[in-house]
């Protein structure tokens, strides 16, 4: 870290109330991946976040609802994200300070076609993960003036860049940077060390665990990376921050639960820091 985490987190003011660390709006989902939202509700909530809503279709809404009462959640209509639901998701980011987009979503046309159009108008910091990661390929543009961090692993990078990324840090180091510039935002490449960089400055996170290979990890690192945006963070600090919180509380989860480590199971270490 080339930062302390004392400046992510100062000791807060004793008039402190709700709204001062950021309120996050997250859209994830679909009628088959509904742990995604409660990955990011809650690691967001407990990276500091003071309000998170979900928004996404009603089926993992429901369940999102019912795992954790401080989870507010917003339904739409059908299996998956439409184009007929974004003007109301885009007015609804009028009363946030973060977005967190992608996770869970899906692949399909109207889903994607419904993200792009979500990211071009939201005048949002956000994190771009998942779903949301691929319909940027061609449409670098959208993102240019926005605070950004985009959070690929080695197949998405692919696919967010035509570029395959080896697993040595060289590689890598200058594959990220290079297409952090090209794109104009900060990019978060996950891998055994994280890779991040705004085009301009590297930085490298090399906290995690080997069983941090579970589905859900991507996820709760989007949420706390967004709970950090919503703070005020720049993308890279908010970046750089997340990853070595993310990774720190799988290390403690994982000295608890080795091979059978969930994703859920960093839930209780993610305050830990």
């Known amino acids: 870290m080339s930062f302390s985490l004392k400046m992510v987190y100062p000791k807060r003011n004793s008039w402190s109330h709700k709204g001062d660390y950021g309120y996050v709006l997250i859209i994830a989902g679909n009628i088959r991946y509904t742990g995604s939202p409660?990955?990011?509700?809650?690691?967001?909530?407990?990276?500091?976040?003071?309000?998170?809503t979900i928004i996404g279709p009603e089926r993992p809404m429901n369940i999102a609802a019912r795992f954790l009462p401080d989870i507010i959640t917003v339904p739409l209509d059908g299996e998956f994200l439409k184009p007929n639901h974004v003007s109301k998701i885009l007015d609804?980011?009028?009363?946030?300070?973060?977005l967190v987009i992608?996770?869970?979503?899906?692949?399909e046309r109207q889903t994607q076609k419904a993200i792009l159009e979500i990211i071009k108008k939201a005048n949002l910091p956000m994190v771009i993960d998942a779903s949301a990661i691929s319909p940027l390929k061609d449409n670098y543009q959208i993102l240019k003036g926005k605070n950004v961090v985009i959070t690929p692993n080695t197949p998405e990078?692919?696919?967010?860049?035509?570029e395959e990324v080896s697993p040595t840090l060289k590689d890598r180091k200058e594959k990220v940077k290079k297409y952090a510039t090209i794109i104009g935002a900060t990019i978060l490449l996950k891998g055994s060390i994280d890779v991040i960089s705004n085009?301009?400055?590297?930085?490298?996170?090399?906290?995690?665990?080997?069983?941090?290979?579970?589905?859900?990890?991507?996820?709760?690192?989007?949420?706390?990376?967004?709970?950090?945006?919503?703070?005020?963070?720049?993308s890279f600090k908010a970046a750089q921050a997340a990853a070595y919180i993310n990774g720190k509380a799988g290390e403690l989860a994982a000295k608890k639960h080795g091979e059978g480590l969930l994703a859920s199971d960093i839930f209780n270490f993610i305050s830990a820091k």
Do not use: E, H, P
Request: charge should be positive.
């Open 157 to 162: 990078f692919y696919k967010l860049t035509g």
């Open 199 to 234: 085009g301009r400055k590297l930085a490298f996170n090399k906290t995690g665990s080997v069983y941090m290979t579970k589905g859900g990890f991507g996820d709760t690192l989007a949420g706390i990376c967004g709970a950090l945006l919503a703070r005020g963070l720049s």
């Open 38 to 52: 409660v990955f990011n509700a809650v690691s967001a909530l407990r990276a500091g976040a003071d309000l998170i």
């Open 102 to 107: 992608g996770c869970g979503l899906g692949v």
């Open 92 to 98: 609804l980011t009028k009363s946030f300070d973060s």
